[in-house]
Each structure stands twice: as structure tokens, then as C-alpha cells.
């Protein structure tokens, strides 16, 4: 009922005091892992007889929200989200305590129903605009970096919030930062004065000790080892604010007999443009726990607020009940201040359609891996490769191990900007890439004079998935979109023909490197693609010494060569050179600065080729075009219910037909045109397991690929014969499949 933005300037006005005076100066923090800890623990100032001033002295919360629509003085203190949300506490909290007095009471009307309506909707609504500080979106998709700042204040939080953000990213275990005295002390300083607080019968500690404030931080897949308590008629209102979480009760499990169970469990994701989602709301009583999602570190806050009578007590690190549950940390150096922003709907709608715009990035997966580090970096580009390329993880490991991990990733630019004369020019990336953590380990690396490797090679037979992995490389650096020749085109029968095309092919990597002033660090990857380089590179035979072609090849070869390893070498470029006859090559080709990765590319065995067919497969069966027992034959499942066992194992051709014939009779039941069509499969082939030796043995992922193209067309043929053209019926059946492997294998 209170847009964000109206709701954010009255509350600014409703709750103008300064909590920044308040709180300690800014500490400069260490990137660690352990958490810094406070010298001194600064309780809050809860005493009765604070002598804390006010602005609004005279003012009580009620008159000034009254006159919530009024201008903000020119001088006012801009409040914090951390304030709002304070002064939004504050008042709920009041609010309902009037309420409460005036006889609706938890006893009489539900544990819950003390809260007031109106004001809990306002903290709802302050909830839902609380988000991590802008900057936060440049360290989740580095490509959308909020680049602009107003000054040095601007560049310290900047400075503060990107530290505070590593420091959750790299969390090794569940942790509860216990914010809520910071919070107490943030409402306290909103408390205008004691007839306030008499209004509602209440003490000051009574008053603040009925709220609370946790940041939670949960690792990817984590969580919490024991569930959370809040007394009944506690009102939990919650946040995510990184990541993915999943929340649900925890029902029974305290007593021997009765085992725990989850109720209501619900997922949430914030969105990877505004890094927002709504805010939840959960009751006091029943136990209750978090989980993040399997994809990064998740980041939610809880804020509690308690009837009349109860106290929240605080978790501390030695607190029993938090230890049990997670790490807590009861004093940050982090300023709450700089942890949280609060952004009204208008202002998140404008960052995501900047971002839309901005977006460079075109699968998200890409920008996990862009915003990730260590071995989740890793495991992002495995995973990433492996989704489109099968049976080959042995060769991806090491690829990613020897080429890709300590590459600094520089999202390639948007688009190329065309000059005023018509050229094309590459511009460098103006992404966050530039300032990611991977750079500077590539910065590192540099200086201890490792650099990137730049050749790789990839040999192997025919159709095996070598020209596949080399696009899935520069699609998983987000480089440039690889050039790919085949090395005769290479050979220009025209003298100067092959300079020309060797220059041309290295043209954008050296125009992009000029533009980032020679920095490779900062320029994108420009994969370079030779296919059949044996071709060029082959081993020099004394009879074609003097030949024109000869002539031709070495001067090719020697251009590669010195871009590669001589003095114009270039940094920001990755050489992939792919063969079948790695033995044609010349051996100086594989000398370490040149193509010094030489990774082979086997035809699959029986379980890289079930991935591959489960790869090139799995979007007919997404849309349910597969028959189940195609399904079945893809995963090489045996189905365990006595009558398909029995087909299974060893037969005599007399069993099994008279088995094949009760099968026949049971399925006709059924349907008669499934039996007809599962049966003859089963009998004249028999395709139990589709990757086994005896159905695909031999073949390579070209001819698994050509597999599923050919089933797909005798499916069709048979759908239009039998279903008079129409398509709706198409289904792919083991027949189908035993038609393609005919066909295949020809
Ligand atoms: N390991 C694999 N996983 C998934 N698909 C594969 C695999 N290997 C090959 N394919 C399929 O076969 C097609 C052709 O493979 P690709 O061109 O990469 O083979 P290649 O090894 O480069 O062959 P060549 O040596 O003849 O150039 C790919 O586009 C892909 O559809």
C-alpha cells in the first residue's frame, strides 16, 4: 500500500537520527577468511536514562508520520537502509503494542495477532527493498559493474562493500552474524523520548530486548546443522539477499519416537539482474532451517520482533545454541551501514534495464563463472564443458588445468563498434572482467614470469569432439568468437597470398591489443582454430626442399610460429591446432611455447558414450518425443520386473520366443500398437543398453550425433505414413534406433 520510493523518503523523515555518529568509525578490514572481531565489545546503549538527543525532540513517531508527506528538510541526515529499517522496527513494534493495549491481545485473538497490520506491512515493504549495495551486482556479473561514483566517500564504500562481499563469497561454513545489537541500537536512537515508551508501558530494555537481527550466511549446498528457535507469537521476517536459499520448518524430531521432518519448504533465487526477491514471513514456535542452493553462496537476513513479555536473547560465539547451529559472530567491523542498501521498486526497475542494456553476457552460467574463484571457478567451466561435450572428462580436466585455470576472463565487448570510415574495429571489454579476481591472479602469475600457455593441440580420430572442445573453450572464457581454418585454405597458391591470410587471422587479436596499450590482462581471448595442421605443419621432406608449395608453407609457418613464441608474440591470443596424424608433425611445432598442451581425443568408451548419447538425446526427450523404452536403452537401465529379466540374461532362441509371445499378449492389453512396435524391437534387436560394444562400440560422437539425426527421420517417415502426415504423433522407438544403426553402420 506504500510504493518504496515515497515510503523510503517519509521513513528517512520519520526516523532522521544520525546512527552513523553512533556506531564506531569505519575499520579498515582484512581480506581473510576468519572474521575480524572487535577489540572491545560495545554493548548497546540500552540504559533507561540514555541522554541520547534527538532532532525531532518534540516530535513523536506518530505526529511525524502523520505528516509523512511533508518535504525533508534541507540539511536533513540521509538515512541508512539499516536506519530505516530500524525506525521501521521501531514502529511496528509500538504500533502493535498500542494495538495489544487497546485489547487485542495474543491470548484472545492468536499468537500472531498482536502485530499491527499497517505498520507490518511498511516493514514488509522496507524488507522487500533491502538489497546488497549496488556494487554488489558488479561482484555477482562483473560484466554489469556499477561503474559510476560520487567522489571518495563513494570509492570507500565502494572499497568497503566489494571487501565485505569476498569476504561472504569465500565463508567455509554456515555463519550467523548476529546483528541485532546493532539493530537495538539503531532503534534506540529512533526512540524520540520517554513518553513514547510510557504510552506502551514499557522499558527501554524491555522494548529493545524484544527485537532481533541475524545475517546469515550459508556456503553453496549448506546448512545450518541445527535449526533456528523463536519463541510462539515471534514474528520472523526474512530476506535473501545473494544467491539461493531453500527455508522450511523442522516438525517433531525431539523425542526419540518422533523423527524430524520438513514442512513448507520454499525456494527462493534472487534474480541475476537486481539481485532481488520479496521478502517471507515466518511465526515463532515451530523450529525452522535454511539450505542454500547448490549454485554459490547465499546471503539472507532475519528480523525478529517479539510480544509483549519476551526477550530475545543474543547469540554469541559462546552461546550453546548458536554454536550448535553455526559460527557466530556477535561483533563485526563491518558497518551495517555498508552491508545493506535500500532501493525502491523505480530504482531497481531502472538498474535492470540498465543492466539488460549493459549485459554482455550471454548465458548466465558464464557470468558464475566471471564472478567465481578457486575450485568453484573450476568446476563451473567442467561443468559448463561438459554439458555439451561427452565421455571426455579425463581431457577436460586437464585442458582446464593446463590452458584455462589462471587465464584472466575479460568478457569479449558487447559489439564491435564500426568507425565513421566503415571498418570494424574491436573494442576492448569495458566489463568488471577487467577487474576481476582472476586478473590479478593472472597479474601474478605474469610477474612470476608463468604466463598463459598459447598453443594447444588436439589430436585424435575423426568425429571425436576436437573442433566441439574448441569452440566450448572460447565459449567458456567468452572470448572472441573462435576463427576457425582449415590449414590447406592457409596455402595461397599467390605469392604474399599466405602472409596475407596468417595477418588476417591474427588482424583483431593485435588491433585489440594496441587499444588495451599492450596489456593482455585486459584485452578478451581471441581463440585461433587450425584445423588438419598437419597440413602446414608437417614434417619437411628433402625431395619438396625447393618447391614452390614448400616455399609457400614455411613462410605460413613462420608467421604462426612468430606470433606464437617470437619477439611480436601476442599475449591475448590461444592457438588450438587440431589433427589426426600427429605423427606427420613437425616435432619443433610441440616445443614448449608453441603448441606445448597436446591432449588426445579418443573415440569414447561405452560410458562417453552414453553421455553423448544422453547429450544429443536429451532435448527430444525433454519434449517427451522418446519412447520409455528408448528412455531405458539410452540410460542402459534393465528393468528388474521379472518379465523383461528374463530377456535380459542368456536365452535359447526357443524360450525367448515363447517368452517374447506372453510379453506380446500382456502388453496387447495395453495397447496393442505399443506392443507391436516394443516388442519387435525387443525381439529382433534386443537394445538393452544403446552404449554397450554390440549396438555403438567403435563409433565416435559424429556418429552418435548422425545416430539421433537418422532415428529422428525414420521416425517421421513412420509418423507420416501411418499417421497420414501428422507430426503430434511422432515418437521415437528402439525400432527407429535399430533402423539408424543399420543405417549408421553402412
Ligand atoms: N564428445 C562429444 N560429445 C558430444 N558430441 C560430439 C562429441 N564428439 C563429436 N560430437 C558431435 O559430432 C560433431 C562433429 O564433431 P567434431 O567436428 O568436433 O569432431 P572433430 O574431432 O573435430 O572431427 P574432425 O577431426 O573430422 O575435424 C559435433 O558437432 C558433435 O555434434
Known amino acids: ?277 520479496p521478502s517471507w514471513l515466518q511465526y515463532g514456535g515451530p523450529q525452522r532451517n535454511y539450505e542454500a542452493i547448490d549454485a554459490g553462496v547465499a546471503v539472507f537476513m532475519e528480523v525478529l520482533i517479539l510480544p509483549k513479555g519476551l526477550s530475545l536473547p543474543l547469540l554469541d560465539d559462546n552461546d550453546e545454541e548458536g554454536s550448535k547451529s553455526a559460527t557466530t559472530i556477535s561483533q563485526m567491523k563491518w558497518n551495517p551501514n555498508h552491508m545493506l542498501d535500500l532501493v525502491s521498486e523505480q530504482e531497481a526497475e531502472q538498474a535492470a534495464a540498465a543492466l539488460a542494456a549493459n549485459a554482455s553476457e550471454p548465458n548466465p552460467g558464464n557470468a558464475q563463472i566471471l564472478s567465481s574463484s578457486g575450485n568453484e571457478y573450476i568446476n563451473h567451466m567442467e561443468s559448463s564443458i561438459s554439458a555439451s561435450v561427452g565421455g571426455l572428462r579425463p581431457q577436460i580436466d586437464s585442458i582446464i588445468r593446463r590452458v584455462l585455470d589462471g587465464r584472466a576472463l575479460v568478457a569479449a565487448a558487447d559489439a564491435d563498434a564500426t568507425t565513421a570510415s566503415g571498418a570494424t574495429t574491436i573494442n576492448p571489454p569495458q566489463s568488471a572482467g577487467a577487474d576481476s579476481v582472476r586478473r590479478r591472479e593472472m597479474e601474478a602469475l605474469l610477474g612470476l614470469g608463468l604466463s598463459p600457455v598459447r598453443g594447444l593441440l588436439l589430436y585424435g580420430p575423426p568425429g571425436t569432439g576436437k573442433t566441439l572442445v574448441a569452440r566450448e573453450i572460447a565459449n567458456v572464457l567468452q572470448a572472441r568468437p573462435p576463427k576457425i581454418v582449415a590449414a590447406p585454405e592457409l596455402l595461397s597458391r599467390w605469392v604474399g597470398g599466405s602472409e596475407k591470410m596468417v595477418r588476417e587471422l591474427f588482424e583483431d587479436a593485435e588491433g585489440e591489443l594496441a587499444a588495451c596499450n599492450g596489456d593482455a590482462t585486459k584485452s578478451a581471448l581471441h581463440v585461433i582454430v587450425i584445423d588438419e595442421i598437419d597440413a602446414v605443419f608437417r614434417k619437411r621432406s628433402s625431395s619438396s626442399q625447393d618447391s614452390g608449395g614448400e616455399i609457400t608453407r614455411a613462410s605460413a609457418v613462420n608467421q604462426i610460429l612468430s606470433k606464437l613464441d617470437g619477439v611480436k608474440q601476442l599475449g591475448n591470443i590461444l592457438i588450438i591446432g587440431m589433427t589426426n596424424r600427429k605423427e606427420l608433425l613437425d616435432p619443433a611445432l610441440l616445443r614448449p611455447g608453441r603448441l606445448e598442451v597436446q591432449i588426445k581425443i579418443p573415440l569414447p568408451n561405452k560410458e562417453g558414450r552414453r553421455e553423448i548419447l544422453k547429450i544429443h538425446f536429451e532435448a527430444l526427450r525433454r519434449r517427451g518425443l522418446l519412447s520409455q523404452s528408448l528412455c531405458n536403452a539410452i540410460d542402459g537401465y534393465h528393468d528388474t520386473t521379472p518379465s523383461q529379466k528374463k530377456y535380459s540374461g542368456n536365452v535359447d532362441d526357443q524360450a525367448w520366443r515363447k517368452r517374447l509371445q506372453s510379453f506380446r499378449k500382456r502388453l496387447s492389453v495395453v495397447s496393442s500398437r505399443g506392443a507391436e512396435q516394443m516388442s519387435s524391437a525387443l525381439w529382433q534387436h534386443r537394445i538393452l543398453d544403446l552404449a554397450s560394444d554390440r549396438w555403438t562400440g567403435g563409433y565416435s560422437g559424429a556418429d552418435i550425433a548422425g545416430l539421433v539425426r537418422s532415428s529422428g527421420s525414420f521416425a517421421l517417415a513412420r509418423a507420416r505414413s501411418q499417421d497420414g502426415g501428422g507430426l503430434d504423433n511422432l515418437i521415437i522407438t528402439l525400432g527407429d534406433v535399430a533402423g539408424a544403426l543399420e543405417e549408421v553402420k553402412q
Not at 569465500?170 to 532503534?187: D, K
Request: contains cysteine; glycine residues 6%.
Open 1 to 277: 500500500w506504500v510504493s518504496n520510493s515515497v515510503f523510503r523518503t517519509s521513513c528517512a523523515r520519520q526516523f532522521p537520527r544520525n546512527y552513523a555518529a553512533t556506531i564506531e568509525a569505519d575499520v579498515p578490514v582484512q581480506d581473510s577468511i576468519i572474521p575480524a572481531v572487535a577489540e572491545e565489545s560495545s554493548p548497546p546503549p540500552v540504559s533507561e536514562d540514555s541522554t541520547t538527543t534527538t532532532s525531532a525532540e518534540n516530535s513523536t513517531l506518530l505526529e511525524l508520520e502523520k505528516d509523512s508527506n511533508a518535504t525533508t528538510e534541507e540539511g536533513d541526515h540521509d538515512d541508512s537502509a539499516f536506519e530505516v529499517l530500524a525506525g521501521n522496527t521501531a514502529l511496528c513494534l509500538h504500533k502493535s503494542d498500542l494495538k495489544r493495549d487497546d485489547g487485542f491481545d495474543g491470548a484472545s485473538t492468536g499468537w500472531t495477532s498482536w502485530v499491527d497490520d499497517a505498520s507490518a506491512l511498511r516493514l514488509r515493504s522496507c524488507l522487500d527493498g533491502l538489497e546488497l549495495p549496488p556494487f554488489a551486482r558488479s561482484i555477482a556479473q562483473p560484466s554489469s559493474l556499477v561503474t559510476a561514483s560520487n567522489g571518495d566517500d563513494d570509492e570507500i564504500r565502494r572499497d568497503q562493500v566489494i571487501r565485505w562481499l569476498r569476504w561472504i563469497k569465500a565463508c567455509p561454513s554456515p555463519l550467523i552474524i548476529e546483528l541485532s545489537p546493532a539493530l537495538r541500537q539503531a532503534v534506540n536512537a529512533t526512540i524520540p523520548n520517554e513518553a513514547w515508551l510510557q504510552a506502551i508501558d514499557s522499558t527501554r530494555d524491555e522494548f529493545l530486548e524484544r527485537i532481533g537481527c541475524r545475517l546469515i550466511v550459508l556456503p553453496s549446498g549448506a546448512s545450518l546443522n541445527q535449526p533456528l528457535k523463536a519463541p510462539p507469537g515471534a514474528m520472523v521476517y526474512g530476506k535473501l539477499l545473494l544467491g539461493g536459499v531453500t527455508r522450511f520448518r523442522v516438525i517433531g524430531g525431539n523425542s526419540q519416537r518422533s523423527i524430524a521432518r520438513k514442512a513448507g519448504a520454499r525456494t527462493l533465487v534472487t534474480s541475476p539482474q537486481t539481485l532481488r526477491t
